[in-house]
Structure formats: structure tokens, C-alpha cells
């Protein structure tokens, strides 16, 4: 018997199993490929998903195998430069290749203690009051308190669950690859920067060793149903650019649509869902693997209280509540981005408007700070503006706040020295630190540093402690 079993070992499942692990809940994830993805498409973390990198020590071991870039220049790939006074210790872009980062996270799941079992797929369940049977694709049956569905865009779990996934179906496909070309640099940088702006989306991306990164619209070619081919790619190529670069030798082929849908619930009982098998939309912008990895972030300790049995009743439920108006956003952003994208005149003058805006510097941070996912602010109630709203990085007395989140509890950064965690202790730390550059006495943070109260007032303070720490052990 498993306290939780993952469907799925992407980036969301293997994030949310490690948060589960550094509760000692035990977890089980199960993956239905033999081996990892060999796609090579290059990612951007960015800036909050860097900043909860960092809150679990994670950071300089995944910084070693991205390349900085600046934050700014991704919304509708319009560009302009980093908005002023972006607030966060990690205020970049780090591009990163998917199958690296999924590595480096299933990896730290694994170091925490959690199983991951591979060739494994989740086929259906059965939830009762006590807990979930998983059955496997072989007919062998897992016994679990909780299920969660990490199991991507087609989630067999949100299926088997009967949860509705409303949106727009693609309309747009895109071919995307890696491959050789045959033809010089300068011939292609010169197609590039005549075309590159009015026909999107098409580039045709050095990625080393002579290997370029290829992606043209797929309109009318082949089959949805079958993987593309090189012959695909050289067609559009002609289509698009007059000349199909002499491409050969692919090292992979894929394809993408710009469906957009949203699970109408999160959660039904004892089952919840993640990551993309929650939402899909258009990769522009790049937010997807962002935004799962932050719903697991969102999760982890939530239902780690519900199974070591100190969540307050309705902690769990706040995961949706949280993180469903958050996907609704991003699908939001990214339906207006992908107008901004088409040639048509209409969407190309908005662009142009949207492009003058964009000088202000006030519209860019709003813009960049939407995508970078730092501009969230939780529903909490009223109380100052921080409130809800996720704590930068701050230096304190011991260093860097982020390093005192390692072990995903909570935790008061008092900077009057008068309060007390009390009988929370076991679920919150505590710092007294007078000189923290922050302009509120203190601060309770939750694990996922978010700004859960604000204030000096123990008896407050407390109130607040049971809201979301559930009753004093003592
Ligand atoms: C071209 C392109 C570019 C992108 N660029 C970016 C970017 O720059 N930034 C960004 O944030 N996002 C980007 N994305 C999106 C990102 O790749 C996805 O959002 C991300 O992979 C979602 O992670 P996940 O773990 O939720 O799901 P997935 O990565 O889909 O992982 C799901 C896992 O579940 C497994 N699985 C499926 N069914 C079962 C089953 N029944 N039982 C067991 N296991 C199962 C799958 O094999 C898979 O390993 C891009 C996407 C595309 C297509």
C-alpha cells in the first residue's frame, strides 16, 4: 500500500513526488515508457520556477545545464528589452533541453526516496473511502491512498475520471525538428530575416554540430494521426521558404497543435490531476512544463498534511481554488498571444499597437511578470498587497531566505523577535531576523513561499497558523 501513486513521470510527476518525499509520504510513480524522451526541444524555466529550484536547492545543479538569457522578449515573441525593476534574485530565462531537466528532476525525486517504476501504464482505477486501486496496462492492481494524474495532455486518469476538458480543438499544426542542412549559414540567416517576421512560425535554428533546429507550419501535410516525415518538412519548407535547405539526416520529428483546454475540476475524491493532463495551449510563451511543475509545488504539501493528518479540512481543496483561475490565465495569455502571431491584418495591427505599448515600461513588467508566473497572487483574503503573493529571495542573517525552504515547511520570518511557532514547530521553522530588508513586521510563509499572514500579533498570528497548519501538536 502506497500513500500516493503519480500516473506519469514527466516534469509535473516527478516534482510533485519529490515534495511528497521530503514528508516521508510513501510514493509510487508510474511510468508507462521504457525510457526517457530523446526529444531534444529546448525549454525555458523561467523566473518562478527558478525561484522554487532554488527554495529546494535544486538551482545551481540545473543552472549548470542551461544557458542564461534575458528575461524578456517572450510575450508573442515581441521584441523588447528586461521591464525595470523585475523583483526576483533570478530574474532571467534559463533555456534548458526538456529530456535535461527531466532528468535532473526524476533523479532528485529518486535521491528523496521516491519509487519510479518504468513501462508501467496506468489503464483505470477504482476510488473507495479508504483509498484508489490502480490497474496497470497488465492487469496487475496497486493499492493507494491517493492518485494523481501527471499523465500528460491525453491523461488516461482525467479520461477514466470523467472529467470534462472543454476548450478549442487545434486549429494550427506545427512541424518541428532536428536535422542536418545542406546549404551555407548565410543563406539561411538571409531567408530568416526576410520571412522570419511575416511567416510564422518558421526558423530554421543552429543548435551545434551542424544540426539545426527546423520548425514551419504543418498546414496540409500528411496525416494527423501519423508521425511526420523528412519529406513533410521539405515540402513545407518549399511552401514556406522557396527552398527546402537541403535538409536531411533528422535526428527527430515531431509535431504540435494549439488545442486549449482546461479539466473543469482538479480533484473528485481521492484522485487529482496536474501539468498538462489538467491543461494544454500553444507552447508560445513557453508555460507549460512551468506550470505543471508549479501545480506539483502548489500540491506537494497539501496533500502530504493529508495523509500525515494534520491538513486542516479544507487545505486540499485549495489547490484548485489556487491553481485552476492560474491555468485559466496562462490559457488566456497564450489564445491572445497566438492572435498577435497570425498575418492577417487585423491581429498584425494590434501587434503593432500592442508593440508601442510595450514601451512603456509598465505594460512589459505586467506582461513579463505574467508569463514568468512572479505577478500570481492567491486569493487569501484581504490584507496588504504581499499578501497571497509569493516572498523573493531575501538575504537574512543565515544567508539566502530560499535555503531555509529546503525541507518544504513553513516558515515566520519575525523581524520583531517577540513571536513564537509554538506548537506548530514540527510543521514550521522560525527566524528572527530584525534586519530582513522587508517593509511588514513579519511574515509566515507556507512551504511553497507564498505569503500566508502578515503582521505582529501572535493571537493573529496563531489564527493564521491553524488555517493553514492545521491544530498545535502541543
Ligand atoms: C514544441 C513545444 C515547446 C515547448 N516549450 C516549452 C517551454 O519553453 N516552456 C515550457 O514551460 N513548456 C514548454 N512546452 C510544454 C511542455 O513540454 C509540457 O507542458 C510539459 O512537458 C508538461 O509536463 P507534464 O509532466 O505535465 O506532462 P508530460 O511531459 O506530457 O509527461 C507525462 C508523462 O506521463 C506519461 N504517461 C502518459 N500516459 C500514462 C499512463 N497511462 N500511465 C503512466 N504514464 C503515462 C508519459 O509517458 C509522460 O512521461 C513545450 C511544448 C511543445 C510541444
Request: one cysteine or more; a negative charge; hydrophobic letters at 40%.
Amino acid at each position: 500500500m502506497f500513500d500516493v501513486i503519480i500516473a506519469g513521470c514527466g516534469p509535473t510527476g516527478s516534482m510533485l513526488a519529490a515534495e511528497l518525499r521530503l514528508h516521508d509520504v510513501r510514493v509510487l510513480v508510474l511510468e508507462k515508457e521504457t525510457e526517457p524522451v530523446s526529444f531534444v526541444r529546448i525549454v525555458g524555466l523561467h523566473i518562478r520556477s527558478l525561484e522554487l529550484m532554488a527554495m529546494r536547492g535544486l538551482l545551481d545543479r540545473i543552472r549548470r545545464h542551461g544557458r542564461q538569457r534575458p528575461a524578456a522578449g517572450f510575450f508573442a515573441a515581441i521584441p523588447k528589452p528586461v521591464p525595470k525593476g523585475l523583483d526576483s534574485a533570478y530574474a532571467y530565462l534559463l533555456g534548458i533541453p526538456q529530456p535535461v531537466i527531466e532528468r535532473l528532476l526524476e533523479e532528485h525525486a529518486i535521491e528523496l526516496g521516491a519509487q519510479v517504476r518504468r513501462g508501467c501504464a496506468v489503464a483505470g482505477f477504482e476510488q473507495d473511502d479508504e483509498g484508489v486501486t490502480v490497474e496497470l496496462a497488465n492487469g496487475e492492481q496497486l493499492r493507494s491512498r491517493y492518485l494523481v494524474g501527471c499523465d500528460g495532455g491525453r491523461s488516461t486518469v482525467r479520461k477514466r475520471l470523467g472529467v470534462g476538458f472543454p476548450g478549442e480543438p487545434s486549429r494550427n499544426d506545427t512541424l518541428m525538428g532536428e536535422m542536418e542542412v545542406g546549404v551555407p549559414q548565410e543563406e539561411i540567416a538571409a531567408k530568416m530575416t526576410e520571412l522570419g517576421e511575416t511567416h510564422r512560425p518558421f526558423w530554421l535554428r543552429p543548435f551545434g554540430r551542424g544540426i539545426y533546429s527546423v520548425v514551419v507550419p504543418a498546414a496540409g501535410v500528411s496525416d494527423r494521426a501519423e508521425p511526420p516525415t523528412l519529406e513533410d518538412f521539405q515540402q513545407q519548407l518549399r511552401t514556406v521558404a522557396g527552398t527546402d535547405f537541403g535538409v536531411h539526416s533528422p535526428r527527430w520529428l515531431s509535431r504540435f497543435g494549439d488545442a486549449t483546454r482546461l479539466a473543469e475540476r482538479y480533484r473528485v475524491g481521492r484522485v487529482l490531476l496536474a501539468g498538462d493532463a489538467a491543461h494544454i495551449h500553444p507552447p508560445i510563451g513557453g508555460q507549460g512544463l512551468n506550470l505543471g511543475v508549479q501545480d506539483a509545488f502548489n500540491l506537494g504539501w497539501k496533500l502530504a498534511a493529508q495523509i500525515r493528518g494534520w491538513a486542516p479540512e479544507t487545505l486540499l481543496d485549495t489547490y484548485q481554488a489556487e491553481r485552476h483561475p492560474v491555468a485559466e490565465d496562462v490559457l488566456d495569455n497564450t489564445r491572445a498571444q497566438t492572435e498577435l502571431l497570425s498575418s492577417e491584418p487585423g491581429p498584425q495591427a494590434v501587434r503593432r499597437l500592442l508593440t508601442e505599448l510595450m514601451d512603456f515600461d509598465e505594460v512589459n513588467r505586467h506582461l513579463i511578470e505574467k508569463i514568468t508566473a512572479i505577478g500570481i497572487r492567491y486569493d487569501f483574503g484581504q490584507g496588504p498587497d504581499l499578501l497571497g503573493r509569493r516572498l523573493r529571495d531575501l538575504d537574512v542573517k543565515q544567508g539566502h531566505l530560499y535555503d531555509l525552504l529546503h525541507r518544504g515547511r513553513g516558515l515566520l520570518l519575525d523581524r520583531t523577535e517577540r513571536l513564537t511557532v509554538g506548537g506548530w514547530s514540527d510543521r514550521v521553522d522560525y527566524l528572527a531576523d530584525p534586519t530582513a530588508a522587508l517593509d511588514v513586521p513579519s511574515v509566515l510563509l507556507r512551504p511553497d513561499g507564498h505569503v500566508a499572514w502578515i503582521g505582529e500579533d501572535q493571537q493573529d498570528l496563531d489564527d493564521h497558523l491553524s488555517r493553514w497548519f492545521g491544530k498545535p501538536a502541543h
